[in-house]
């Protein structure tokens, strides 16, 4: 004989999985992956988002968020990483205009930096591909309108120094000391060549660049040169 159902059951109906007292599932969790998980923190829409909260929404254990996210830190970082890829995404870089080019992308990596100290350590501990693309336009722009690796290069540093220096006094101004404190950095060049790295085609003008001097990595001699050869550049003939 076949195994009996139990009574009020419909035998053509697998049984649902046991439900706790709090009212989540006990059975086979849902596959998850790290892009679910950024999005359900994203419906959070700004409220304070705990690894907690969001395997509730998630209706996984909490070790299943902690399986692809340290902590409620690592997960401001993803969240601000996306945030600013989505800001960076909307800034248009002129490419044949190479004044224009560097207003727009000083400006843009300023109001990146005020916005929050998630999005400034994004930029200065692990710049994606989201942040790299306006740098990328810039250096396209100054090398079309005619400019050597060297002085594109340079003037990239020069506008990652105004964007960082602005910043850094508008953190001051208001008070925001840990903000501050961390715009004392630079981005780190090494992850920028390793985004360059993982998509060489799609950063053209940046390898032509590290071919040449790596942008960021200059001292005190290196950076009165550009600034001599740059003044100079200005002088009428």
Same mark, same amino acid.
């Given at each position: 004989?076949?195994?009996?159902?139990?009574?009020?059951?419909?035998?053509?109906?697998?049984?649902?999985?046991?439900?706790?007292?709090?009212?989540?599932?006990?059975?086979?969790?849902?596959?998850?992956?790290?892009?679910?998980?950024?999005?359900?923190?994203?419906?959070?829409?700004?409220?304070?988002?705990?690894?907690?909260?969001?395997?509730?929404?998630?209706?996984?254990?909490?070790?299943?968020?902690?399986?692809?996210?340290?902590?409620?830190?690592?997960?401001?970082?993803?969240?601000?990483?996306?945030?600013?890829?989505?800001?960076?995404?909307?800034?248009?870089?002129?490419?044949?205009?190479?004044?224009?080019? %560097?207003? *727009? &992308?000083? +400006?843009?990596?300023?109001? #990146?930096?005020?916005?929050? !100290?998630?999005?400034? /350590? =994004?930029?200065?501990?692990?710049?994606?591909?989201?942040?790299?693309?306006?740098?990328?336009?810039?250096?396209?722009?100054?090398?079309?309108?005619?400019?050597?690796?060297?002085?594109?290069?340079?003037?990239?540093?020069?506008?990652?120094?105004?964007?960082?220096?602005?910043?850094?006094?508008?953190?001051?101004?208001?008070?925001?000391?840990?903000?501050?404190?961390?715009?004392?950095?630079?981005?780190? %060049?090494? *992850? &920028?060549? +390793?985004?360059?790295?993982? #998509?060489?085609?799609?950063? !053209?003008?940046?390898? /032509? =660049?590290?071919?040449?001097?790596?942008?960021?990595?200059?001292?005190?001699?290196?950076?009165?040169?550009?600034?001599?050869?740059?003044?100079?550049?200005?002088?009428?003939?």
């Amino acid at each position: 004989m076949g195994r009996q159902s139990p009574p009020g059951s419909d035998p053509g109906v697998e049984p649902a999985a046991k439900v706790g007292a709090a009212g989540s599932r006990r059975g086979r969790p849902p596959k998850l992956d790290l892009a679910q998980i950024i999005e359900a923190a994203e419906a959070f829409d700004g409220e304070p988002v705990t690894i907690t909260a969001l395997a509730e929404r998630l209706g996984v254990a909490r070790n299943a968020i902690s399986y692809y996210v340290k902590g409620r830190n690592d997960l401001e970082m993803l969240l601000a990483e996306r945030r600013l890829a989505a800001r960076l995404e909307r800034l248009s870089v002129p490419a044949h205009d190479w004044r224009a080019a %560097v207003l *727009a &992308v000083t +400006r843009g990596l300023y109001q #990146a930096l005020i916005d929050s !100290p998630y999005l400034a /350590r =994004v930029v200065i501990d692990s710049p994606g591909a989201g942040v790299v693309r306006p740098a990328e336009e810039l250096l396209q722009a100054l090398l079309r309108a005619g400019f050597s690796e060297r002085v594109a290069g340079g003037t990239l540093g020069l506008v990652a120094d105004l964007a960082f220096a602005a910043a850094r006094r508008h953190a001051i101004t208001d008070d925001l000391a840990s903000t501050a404190d961390s715009l004392t950095r630079q981005p780190n %060049v090494a *992850a &920028v060549q +390793r985004v360059i790295e993982d #998509a060489p085609a799609a950063f !053209p003008a940046f390898r /032509r =660049v590290f071919a040449t001097s790596l942008t960021w990595d200059r001292n005190l001699d290196d950076e009165i040169a550009f600034l001599i050869e740059l003044l100079e550049s200005t002088l009428p003939r």
